[in-house]
C-alpha cells in the first residue's frame, strides 16, 4: 500500500518531469524540472530497496549537478542574439518546428529499437513475487572494496582527472607576453 | 505494480525523453541536460534488473558508476560551455563549428 | 514502515488495544493505519515544534545580542518579549506580497519552498531520543546531507529569479559558498561514519556513551579537530555569520532575499534559524554523544532496579531524559552560533573560498585519513581507553 503509493508518486515525478523538461521553453525551468524528475528517480530507487543508490542520487544531482548546471546557465546567460557572426539568422536555442520534427523522428526509431528489444525480455520474465528489501549499504561496501576494487580506483582517478580539466578548462587564459 | 516492466516503462519513457532533448535543442546546456536524463534511464535499469532478476547488487553497483561517471561529464562539459562562450560569446551549437568542412 | 516513533509505541498495552479495538470495528487489520496515524501525528508534532524553535530562534539572536551589545533588546510583547516571534509571524502574513517586475515568477515562487522543503526534509532522521525518531534510515546522515542541498538550489533560484542585481550576487555567492563547504563537512562526518561503522544515526550514537569520554569528539585527535572543521563549514553551510557573503548587508543590501517581501521572507527566515538547529542536532549526534543520558539513565533499566518502577513508565522518564540531554547540548551550541555571529567580523569572499579549498578541505583528509589510520593501528579503542588500560596494567604490576 505505502510502497504502491510511493511507487506512483515518483513514477508521475519521474515522467512529468521528462516531459516537462521537453517542453519547457526556459532553460532555467528545464533544469528546475530535470531537478524534479532526478527527485522522482531517487523515489523509484527507493521503491525497489536501493537505498543508498537513492541518497547517493540525492547527493550527487540535487547537490552538485544542477547546482553547476544553474550556475552554467547564469554565467552563460542574457545573450538572446538571434543572428549569429556572419549576420546569419539562426534557430532559437530551444528549438523550433523542424528541430522538434527531427527529434520526435529519432525518439519514435529508438522507441521502437528499444520496444523490439524489450519484448522477448518481458516474455521471458514473468513478473514474480518481489524479494523483500534489505539495507544494502555494506553488501555494496564489502562488493566496491573487493571484487570492483579496480573500477573503483579508476573512477577515483577519473574523478580526479574531471575536477582538473573542469578548473584548467574554464580558466580564462591570459595572453602570453615574452 | 512494482514489476519490472513497469520500470523498463518508466526508464524508456527517461531515455526517449532524452533523445528528444538532446536533438530538438541548439542549446549547449539544453543538450547537456538530455544527457543526464538517458544516463538516469540507464542506471534505472541496471538497479531494476538487479532487483527483479537476481539480486546480487552488481547493477547497483554500475549504477554508481554511471552516477559518477555524470557527474564527471557535467562538470567537464559545463567547463568546456563556458570557456566556449568566453571565446564566442554564445552557447549556440551551430556555432561551434570551427572544425567542420 | 520502518520509524522509531512507531516502534516505541508498538511495545505499550494501549498500542495493542488500540489495533484490536479498531480491527473489530472496520473489519480489517488497523495495525499499519494505527501506525501511520501514530506517525502523522508525530510528524505534526516535529514540524510544529521546529517551527516554534525558529521563532524561537529569531527572538533568541536578538536578545542575546542586545546582550552581547549591553543593550536591552525587545521586552514589549509578553514577558522578557519571549512573544515578539509571533508579533513578527503575524506582521509578516500581513504585510503585501510583491513580485518585482520581470521577476521569474514559477522561480521566483518556487525558492522559498524549495529551500525550506529541504530544511523540513532533513528533520526526519534527526535522533531526538532512541524513541522519538522519526524514520531510522539506515543510510541516515547520507540522506540528510543530500537533502540539505536543496537549500542551495533554494537560494540560488531566490537570487536568480529576483531580477535584481543584488540578489544575484547573493544567490551566485550563497551556493557557491553551500557547495564549496559541503566538502570539508561531509569529509569530517565521513571519518565519524568511519569510527562507528554505519550511516544510519542509531548506528552512529549508539557507538558512543553518556559520559563526556566516551564522545567521539574525545575518540582520538583526528576526530577532535573533525569537529571544529564540521562546525565551521556547518557556520558557512547556513550562511550564518562570519560566513554571511550572500546576505553581507553592508555590500549587498540583504543578498538573495531582498526582493521578497512578507511570508516569502519569512520562509527564508524560518529556515535559516531551523537548518541551525539541524546542522547543531547533527554536531551533537555525531561527536558529542547525541542523546545518550550518563550512567545509562537512557534505557530506565537504572530506575527498575532502585526504584522499582514499572517497565514502560521507566522507559518513558528514560525518554525525557534523553530527549532533555539532546536539546540541552544543541541549544548549547545554538547559542555558540549566534554568540559567534555578534563577535566576529565577516570575512571577504576571497579569504572565505581560500579558507574552505586551501585549509579545512586539507584538514579534512588529513583527518579522515588519521581516523582510518587510528581504527588500524588501536584497534577502534579511544583515547581515553587506551589511557585507562595502560593505567590499570601499569598499576597493575
Redesign the interface.
Known amino acids: 500500500m505505502f510502497a504502491n503509493t510511493l511507487f506512483l508518486a515518483s513514477a508521475c515525478l519521474t515522467i512529468g518531469g521528462a516531459i516537462a523538461v521537453v517542453y519547457s521553453k526556459n532553460l532555467m525551468h528545464a533544469c528546475i524540472y530535470l531537478l524534479a524528475s532526478l527527485f522522482g528517480v531517487a523515489g523509484l530507487y527507493t521503491c525497489i530497496g536501493a537505498d543508498f543508490l537513492a541518497a547517493t542520487q540525492l547527493v550527487v544531482y540535487a547537490g552538485g549537478v544542477v547546482i553547476l548546471m544553474l550556475f552554467a546557465i547564469m554565467l552563460t546567460g542574457g545573450t538572446s542574439n538571434k543572428v549569429n557572426r556572419f549576420g546569419l539568422e539562426k534557430i532559437p536555442a530551444m528549438g523550433n518546428k523542424k528541430t522538434f520534427f527531427i527529434a520526435s523522428f529519432a525518439a519514435v526509431v529508438s522507441a521502437m529499437i528499444i520496444v523490439k528489444i524489450l519484448i522477448p525480455v518481458l516474455k521471458q520474465n514473468p513478473s514474480s513475487a518481489l524479494s523483500p528489501n534489505e539495507p544494502t549499504v555494506e553488501r555494496l561496501g564489502t562488493l566496491l572494496a573487493t571484487d570492483h576494487i579496480l573500477a573503483f580506483e579508476i573512477s577515483s582517478v577519473l574523478l580526479l582527472g574531471a575536477l582538473v580539466g573542469a578548473a584548467v578548462i574554464s580558466r580564462p587564459r591570459k595572453e602570453i607576453h615574452d | 505494480m512494482i514489476s519490472l516492466s513497469s520500470y523498463l516503462f518508466i526508464s524508456l519513457v527517461l531515455f526517449l525523453c532524452g533523445i528528444f532533448v538532446m536533438v530538438a535543442r541548439k542549446n549547449i546546456i539544453a543538450i547537456l541536460l538530455g544527457i543526464e536524463l538517458i544516463l538516469n534511464a540507464s542506471a534505472l535499469n541496471f538497479a531494476a534488473y538487479t532487483k527483479f532478476l537476481n539480486n546480487n547488487l552488481e547493477g547497483h553497483i554500475m549504477s554508481l558508476f554511471i552516477i559518477v561517471i555524470a557527474a564527471a561529464e557535467a562538470a567537464v562539459g559545463l567547463g568546456i560551455v563556458i570557456r566556449f562562450f568566453q571565446l564566442r560569446e554564445s552557447i549556440h551549437i551551430d556555432d561551434a563549428s570551427t572544425l567542420q568542412n | 514502515?520502518n520509524s522509531t516513533v512507531v516502534s516505541y509505541f508498538s511495545q505499550s498495552n494501549e498500542f495493542q488495544n488500540v489495533t484490536n479495538w479498531l480491527t473489530q470495528i472496520l473489519g480489517f487489520n488497523a495495525s499499519?493505519l494505527v501506525a501511520?496515524i501514530i506517525f502523522a501525528v508525530f510528524s505534526l508534532i516535529i514540524v510544529g515544534a521546529m517551527a516554534t524553535i525558529g521563532g524561537l530562534g529569531t527572538y533568541a539572536e536578538r536578545k542575546i545580542s542586545a546582550d552581547l551589545q549591553a543593550r536591552i533588546g525587545p521586552n514589549r510583547v509578553g514577558p522578557f518579549g519571549i512573544l515578539q516571534f509571533l508579533a513578527d509571524g503575524v506582521k509578516m502574513i500581513l504585510k503585501e506580497d510583491i513580485v518585482t517586475t520581470n521577476a521569474?515568477r514559477?522561480?521566483f515562487n518556487?525558492a522559498p519552498v524549495l529551500c525550506l522543503v529541504g530544511v523540513f526534509a532533513t528533520l526526519a532522521v534527526v535522533p531526538y531520543s532512541s524513541g522519538f525518531m522519526l524514520a531510522d534510515?539506515?543510510?541516515g546522515i547520507?540522506?540528510l546531507?543530500?537533502?540539505a542541498?536543496?537549500v542551495?538550489?533554494g537560494v540560488?533560484?531566490g537570487g536568480?529569479a529576483s531580477n535584481s542585481k543584488w540578489s544575484?550576487l547573493g544567490g551566485?555567492r550563497g551556493?557557491?559558498q553551500i557547495?564549496s563547504y559541503?566538502i570539508p563537512a561531509t569529509l569530517s562526518i565521513i571519518a565519524i561514519v568511519l569510527l562507528a561503522g554505519?550511516?544510519s544515526m542509531k548506528t552512529l550514537i549508539d557507538g558512543q556513551g553518556g559520559a563526556p569520554q566516551d564522545w567521539y569528539i574525545f575518540h582520538n585527535p583526528f576526530a577532535f579537530m573533525g569537529f571544529f572543521v564540521y562546525f565551521i563549514s556547518a557556520l558557512a553551510e547556513t550562511n550564518r555569520a562570519p560566513f554571511d557573503l550572500p546576505e553581507a548587508e553592508s555590500e549587498l543590501v540583504s543578498g538573495y532575499h531582498t526582493e521578497y517581501t512578507g511570508m516569502k521572507f519569512g520562509l527564508f527566515a524560518l529556515a535559516e534559524y531551523i537548518e541551525v538547529f539541524v546542522v547543531c542536532g547533527v554536531a551533537v549526534a555525531l561527536f558529542l554523544g547525541g542523546y545518550k543520558v550518563p550512567f545509562d539513565l537512557g534505557s530506565g533499566q537504572i530506575l527498575v532496579e532502585k526504584l522499582g518502577l514499572d517497565g514502560m513508565l521507566a522507559q518513558n522518564i528514560g525518554q525525557f531524559l534523553e530527549l532533555g540531554s539532546f536539546f540541552t547540548k544543541t541549544l548549547l551550541l545554538y547559542y555558540v552560533v549566534i554568540w559567534v555571529r555578534w563577535t566576529l567580523p565577516r570575512l571577504r569572499v576571497d579569504q572565505l573560498m581560500t579558507l574552505c579549498w586551501k585549509y579545512l578541505t586539507p584538514i579534512a583528509l588529513v583527518n579522515l585519513i588519521g581516523c582510518a589510520v587510528w581504527m588500524y593501528a588501536f584497534n577502534g579503542k579511544s583515547i581515553f581507553a587506551l589511557i585507562f588500560h595502560a593505567a590499570g596494567s601499569a598499576g597493575g604490576h
Open positions: 514502515m499499519s501511520f521569474d514559477f522561480t518556487l534510515l539506515n543510510v547520507f540522506y546531507v543530500g537533502m542541498s536543496l542551495g538550489v540560488f533560484l536568480y544575484m551566485m551556493a557557491s557547495i559541503e554505519g550511516l
